[in-house]
Structure formats: C-alpha cells, structure tokens
C-alpha cells in the first residue's frame, strides 16, 4: 500500500469518527497526493477547475497535498482533518464559513492555524489506532531533503577582515579564487586578512 492509498483511507476513517459522514465520499471524488505544498503549510486543496474554456487537464478530482516532510503520523492525521474542511465543503480561506465548520468539528481559535481540541485529538488517535489494525502503520519513511557538500571543505563566503582597525566585509569563495587568494587594502591603509583556519585542509596530489 502506498502512502497516499494509505491516507485516502485515514480520510475515510475520520469522516466516519470526526465529520459523522459530513464528508460525503460517494458523491464528492478526492486523491491524496504527498509532496511540497506552498509554502510552510502542512497540507494544501486544489479543486477541480469550473470556469469556461474547460480543457482534459481540468478534469482531476478534489486533490488534497500533504507535505512530505511531516513525520508524525499524529502531525498528519491532524493536517488532514484540518485540511478536510476546506477540501469537501469547497473554502479557499479561512472565512466566516471555515470558522463555523471548524468550531463544528471541534478545532480551536485561532482558526487560521491547525489547533485541535483534546477531544478531537482523541478522536483521531482511534482513527489512526483503526487504520494501524485494519491497514498497518503508516508506510514508508518521508522524504530527506539532500543538503549539499561543501567541496573539499571550503566556504562559499569568506569574510576578510582588517587587524588593525577591525573593519570586516564578505566576499565570494569565486572572488577570492579569482585573485588567487589576493587581499585588498583597508582604508585605513591596512594589508585585510582572512581566517581559514576551520577549513579542511587539501590533501596533496601524489
């Protein structure tokens, strides 16, 4: 089972446990994708294009994106119910109608952010204890953003620094390279200087 099978179900578990069927799965078609999501938001809603000019890529049900940074099943479980108003009762904000909805499905003020009340949490850790005894627990380890190497242990940005008047800017690791290592001279008529001594030094070509 895939992660977004996985969580389609987790939707259809707190629509049983926490919106009591409010959601209407029948009759309103939804995907789950897992993914970067605008911004720092935990989950986002597309819906299905309705204006004219109607081409085949408008036709995609509700979608429901949750990014694929968060850890917690927990953390998700809870975005997703959040996120579940918005997509099934069709409200691109937090307006007065997503506020009602909210206070309805038991989260709490401020509405803007994800705030569930110690009775909805209880009413989603069932869900997941449900989903872990019919489905298991969540599949697969979430996506580890790459952090870059830095080359043979060398600073991208250097700051040299003047000894005598203590006067410091920042320069390229390319400007620097450029001049072969080259310092210029301070106005207070000073020779500048760089610390490199945190750099790993480069072994020697055999």
Known sequence: MTREEWLRHLVEKLDVIVFGGDLDLLNHPFQIGCGRVMGSRATESIQPYDGPDVTLDDFFPTTIGVNFTIKDPFEMACALCYECIKA???????????????????????????????????????????????????????????????????????????????????????????????????????KMGVDLSDEEPKEPEK
Do not use: W
């Not at 904000?93 to 709490?108: G, T």
């Not at 697969?140 to 940005?157: A, F, Q, Y």
């Open 88 to 190: 099934f009762f069709n409200i691109k904000k937090c307006d007065k109608q997503f506020k009602m909805l909210a206070e309805k499905y038991y989260f709490e003020k401020p509405y803007k952010e994800i705030h569930p009340s110690a009775y909805l949490e209880d009413m989603i850790k069932l869900a997941l204890k449900e989903m872990n005894e019919s489905y298991g627990p969540f599949p697969g380890e979430p996506v580890k953003i790459h952090k870059k190497d830095k080359k043979d242990g060398k600073k991208n940005t250097l700051e040299i620094f003047c000894p005598n008047c203590g006067y410091s800017l920042k320069i390229s690791r390319k400007v620097y390279d450029t001049y072969n290592g080259g310092l210029p001279t301070c106005c207070c008529g000073t």
